[in-house]
């Protein structure tokens, strides 16, 4: 099972869980347990269908391209974390 880590901004919402494990294809299947177990957390996290633009999804190290799409394998590491802008 992939383990997905709870963001300190969103722990509130979990009861101070840091973490839970989850079987998930994608970070949508990750995004929708995730709002099974807290709801509300999803709305946190997606905007118009989208990860939100404050955010970055980092699976197994990679920041995911692919958004809602982005594969999870079986025992990855899930990160919600703020998104860094770049420079110049």
Do not use: W
Not at 25 to 30: G, I, K, P, T
Not at 50 to 60: C, G, H, S, W
């Amino acid at each position: 099972m992939a383990t997905i880590f709870i963001p300190s901004m969103l722990r509130p919402l979990t009861g101070g869980v840091r973490q839970v494990e989850c079987e998930a294809r994608n970070v949508r299947q990750v995004i929708e347990f995730l709002d099974e177990l807290y709801p509300g957390i999803k709305d946190r996290l997606v905007e118009d269908g989208e990860i939100r633009e404050n955010l970055a999804v980092a699976i197994d190290g990679d920041v995911a391209i692919m958004g809602m799409l982005e594969k999870v394998g079986e025992n990855s590491e899930v990160h919600f974390v703020p998104a860094i802008g770049g420079g110049r």
